[in-house]
């Protein structure tokens, strides 16, 4: 009878000491995979490469991809330190439409990159595989219209006076465009000056709102603005 409680009890030892090595190894492969998962989650950023060289007063894609969710936010790096915030806050669609500054801060040969950053975690970034080159417009003459604002972020009241504003530097009349997501909700009017101002009355209230401003003339020159603003209250 002893000798078959020992036999039992050294049974049970084995198996629990069995035990304990399994969850041991399921501790082991679970923590492995959340590690793979972490690094998977670094942007890889397709947009400038060493070879390009940017204009100012001109407009590219910057585009990127990576295995997060939620907005993120752009920067423009220029020997490794943040030059300038391009967006605070846009979705993480893999792709922003940027317009160059005529700044001289952003002029610069081989020095610049693109970050990219989660805006619920930023450890989770990426950059430009090298460096680019900014220069100034060297065209002789072209085109350029520039919409300052509303430019993303601003928060509009429905039936409320705002300011469209823009700079252009060419004389015939520019058309106005109201735009809800990719899709045209309408032509406000054909403005000749860099100002207008509109009242949104009936609007429909929506956080997904942008201008578009284009020459009468010539289309193609035109300026977006950068991210979505609101429209909010009253709108039916």
Excluded at 59 to 67: K, L, M, Q
Excluded at 177 to 202: E, F, K
Aim: with cysteine; aromatic share 10%.
């Amino acid at each position: 009878m002893f000798d078959l409680l020992t036999k039992l009890y050294k049974n049970l030892f084995i198996s629990s000491i069995n035990m304990l090595i399994l969850c041991v190894l399921i501790l082991n492969i679970s923590s492995c995979k959340k590690d793979k998962k972490a690094e998977t989650k670094v942007f890889s950023v397709l947009s400038q490469s060493s070879s390009d060289t940017l204009m100012q007063c001109h407009r590219y894609d910057i585009r990127w991809e990576g295995g997060i969710e939620g907005d993120v936010c752009i920067n423009l790096l220029k020997n490794g330190v943040v030059q300038q915030v391009i967006t605070s806050s846009t979705k993480n669609d893999g792709i922003f439409s940027w317009y160059v500054q005529k700044i001289p801060a952003l002029i610069g040969n081989n020095c610049f990159k693109i970050q990219v950053v989660s805006l619920s975690d930023n450890s989770v970034t990426g950059q430009s595989n090298a460096n680019f080159t900014i220069i100034n417009d060297n065209t002789s003459y072209a085109k350029r219209i520039e919409l300052i604002s509303p430019n993303g972020g601003e928060v509009w009241g429905s039936g409320l006076p705002h300011s469209i504003i823009f700079e252009k530097n060419f004389t015939e009349n520019v058309n106005i465009y109201m735009y809800i997501g990719n899709s045209s909700y309408g032509q406000l009017n054909n403005n000749p000056g860099d100002t207008i101002i509109v009242y949104c009355a009936n609007w429909p209230t929506n956080t997904n709102y942008k201008i578009k401003v284009a020459s009468v003339l010539d289309p193609n020159v035109c300026d977006f603005s950068d991210d979505y603003f609101e429209l909010s209250g009253g709108g039916k």
